[in-house]
């Protein structure tokens, strides 16, 4: 079976749905092809199930690439507020948590149920199941999928990064995009949990499920928000953020009491001892990480220098971490296909007509918090427009 269209889009995650949607609703005939057996998975695990769709403070400066200017248009042309009048549209109550970032009070699959009626009001065929085995270019673009062929002029590509293959990541974006002769940022994977080497891991693993508020500083870039001990290192939303600018072999910077001070209140007691320091901890860190860090990093006397040098530390925790969880962990893929080769208004090909390249695919990582999302959107919308 063959079926002729204007664009075939490979992918029905966020990107894809939103490319479609938009490319549907001005009357182009699409083909929305998806590997699995059902529409946007990740859209459904994400945000704990509950779908951190955006975040009302975007900013081109929340984002990662090579270019840090290439998200600028799209994300202007397609911003939060679109977005949310799509959600409110489908009457979606959502709520907003924490540094502008809306979940779903329901749950994540009022999100696809919306992409998926806004899909079928456009005008969208979606193919689920489809197992690409070829791609190809003569007059159109093809794709063969077992028995079936598809063509049309434009082709999208929406197949997401490698992050979390339990729920169908592959590489497949990357390596059609150096069939085509596209270059490819070398990829990582972000926002993702870091390991500690095996001393750090014996001082302080068995602490796992301790949190506090810190800022994790990595590459010189920092974020103050929660940290989260792991049985193999460090998580939680500061360290996912810091991860995304670690590079091997440098050190993760941590103040563990930021705009606190510990000294002052030892200073002040009757007698400096290990019982003065440990009462200065106290509503500073949890109790169990306070009593673990002081064992650990006791000053070797009482004196104001040794007592300063031991607040230095509290506030400075330089850990080198042996690497990260990797994939299976990771929230997004950094890097990808090179900014350079696609028109930041359109995320066409500049070397190669017709096609287009976006969502994760692309080198665009955002920050935690809906950021990610708001680039799907507004990456998609951007092709979809311009098919």
């Given amino acids: 079976m063959a079926g002729q269209f204007d664009a075939l889009i490979l992918g029905a995650g966020a ?9 549907g609703k001005r009357g182009r005939r699409v083909a929305l092809l998806e590997r ?10 994400s945000g704990g199930g509950r779908c951190n769709f955006t975040n009302i403070h975007c900013t081109p400066e929340h984002f990662i690439s090579a270019n840090p200017h290439f998200v600028k248009s799209a994300l202007a042309r397609y911003t939060p507020k679109d977005f949310i009048s799509l959600v409110e549209k489908h009457r979606i109550p959502y709520h907003e948590k924490t540094l502008g970032q809306l979940f779903c009070d329901r749950a994540a699959s009022d999100i696809t149920q919306l992409l998926e009626e806004e899909c079928r009001a456009a005008g969208v065929q979606t193919f689920l199941n489809q197992k690409v085995l070829e791609v190809g270019k003569g ?3 093809f794709v063969k999928t077992g028995s079936e062929e598809f063509r049309a002029p434009s082709l999208v590509v929406a197949t997401g990064g490698l992050s979390i293959p339990k729920i169908g990541a592959t590489s497949f974006g990357y390596e059609l995009a150096r069939k085509f002769g596209v270059k490819i940022q070398k990829t990582r994977p972000a926002l993702v949990p870091l390991t500690l080497n095996a001393k750090d891991q014996r001082s302080y693993c068995e602490l796992s499920g301790v949190s506090m508020e810190v800022v994790a500083q990595a590459g010189g ?21 810091a991860s995304s600018y670690w590079e091997p072999q440098t050190p993760v910077s941590i103040d563990l009491a930021p ?13 400096r001892s290990e019982s003065a320091l440990r009462n200065a901890f106290l509503g500073i860190l ?3 990480f306070a009593d673990r860090w002081i064992e650990l990093h006791q000053p070797k006397n009482w004196t104001k ?8 530390s509290v506030h400075r925790w330089e850990v080198i971490p042996s690497g990260t969880e990797g994939y299976e962990k990771a929230e997004v893929t950094a890097g990808g296909v090179d900014t350079d080769e696609l028109s930041s208004k359109t995320m066409e090909c500049r070397n190669v007509p017709g096609l287009f390249f976006i969502g994760e695919v692309v080198d665009v990582t955002g920050h ?17 427009r311009a098919l």
Avoid: Y
């Fill in 305 to 312: 220098e040794a007592l300063l040098e031991f607040e230095k």
């Fill in 15 to 23: 990107a894809g749905l939103m490319c479609a949607i938009e490319a």
């Fill in 368 to 384: 935690l918090g809906g950021f990610n999302f708001q680039w799907a959107w507004a990456s998609g919308a951007a092709a979809g």
């Fill in 259 to 271: 705009g606190r001070e510990v000294i002052p209140a030892v200073m002040e007691a009757k007698t």
């Fill in 221 to 241: 870039t920092a974020f103050r928000e929660k940290m989260l001990i792991t049985h193999r290192g460090l998580s939680g939303p500061a360290i996912l953020q």
């Fill in 139 to 141: 007059t159109d673009f």
């Fill in 36 to 45: 699995a057996e059902k529409i946007g998975k990740k859209i459904l695990i």
């Fill in 286 to 288: 949890p109790k169990r």
